[in-house]
């Protein structure tokens, strides 16, 4: 790989403090699935979240399309 491909790669990434925090209604509607099943996911810990001053919920985009893979696998196993 060139260096110049490196650096567009680079680019093309975002990094944790670009990506934008997904509220619990967008979270739900990306998974498929209710806000009140979301917010019960993070009662359980199931789900990678974050805490925004204090009781407000946020969710990474890149850690939930890993937590949807999964939760996708789970479902086609049953």
Partial sequence: MTRGAFVELEKERPTLFEEYPLTVREAAKYLGVSPQTVYLWVERKQIPHL???????????????TFRASFKQEMENE
């Fill in 51 to 65: 805490r925004v001053m204090g009781r407000n919920i946020r969710f990474l985009k890149s850690d939930l399309e």
